[in-house]
Each structure stands twice: as structure tokens, then as C-alpha cells.
């Protein structure tokens, strides 16, 4: 298996290609969108070094929670099939604190730069 370049660093590549030889040779609404294709890849490559992490404590948390192993998609149906039927809600022990973790890591994937993530944080 090839090991390098890995995800990551072809990412950087490619943003550092936008940021220094494409974006200063463009004009107006093109150099806006060239900041948010730089700032999509950015993302993506948070998403493949924390999304992993992110998932595996979600269907950690939901397995608890739920009272059953599974995987995350199939327990995270779970846990919405409950919230829509009533059978639970955020007055249910866990949820409210199952879904402020969920909501903080993904946060700090697509936007960890976000002003009120340092204070949803425990």
C-alpha cells in the first residue's frame, strides 16, 4: 500500500496550490470562491483525521444510551426513531449530553474556528 502522500498531505497540496498560484492571479467573486474551495478541502481533510474519532465516541455513547451495540448509523436511527416516537427526549438522561457532544465535534470539524466552540467545550 502506498503511504506517501497520504490524504492529508495531497490535501495541503492542492490548498497551497489555490492559495499561491491560483488565487493571486484571480479577480472579484473567483477569489471568494477559490476561499471556499480552500476552505472545503480543509474540512474534508478534518473530517479524515477526526471523523473516525468523532464516530466511534458517538456510537460509544449511543450504545450506553440505547442499551444495545451497533454501529453508529444503525444506532443513531435508533436514537431518531425514539426522539420522533416520543420514547425519548431531552429530559431522557444522556441525550441532551449524547447530542451537545455530537454537535462539538462535528463543529470542530466543519468550523473549528467558530467564536462559540471554545465555550460549548467542557
Not at 45 to 66: C, H, S
Not at 72 to 97: I, Y
Request: charged residues 25%.
Amino acid at each position: 500500500m502506498i503511504t506517501a502522500p497520504t490524504a492529508g498531505e495531497l490535501i495541503d497540496a492542492v490548498i497551497g496550490f489555490i492559495e499561491t498560484r491560483v488565487a493571486p492571479q484571480m479577480k472579484d467573486r473567483d477569489i471568494f470562491l477559490a476561499r471556499v474551495a480552500v476552505n472545503a478541502l480543509a474540512a474534508v481533510k478534518r473530517e479524515i483525521a477526526e471523523g473516525p474519532a468523532a464516530e466511534a465516541a458517538a456510537a460509544a455513547r449511543l450504545a450506553a444510551l440505547l442499551g444495545y451495540e451497533g454501529d453508529f448509523a444503525e444506532l443513531n436511527e435508533k436514537l431518531c426513531d425514539a426522539l420522533r416516537s416520543g420514547d425519548m427526549d431531552l429530559s431522557t438522561p444522556g441525550v441532551f449530553d449524547h447530542l451537545k457532544a455530537s454537535i462539538i465535534d462535528q463543529v470542530k470539524i466543519d468550523q473549528p474556528n467558530y467564536s462559540g466552540l471554545k465555550a460549548l467545550q467542557p
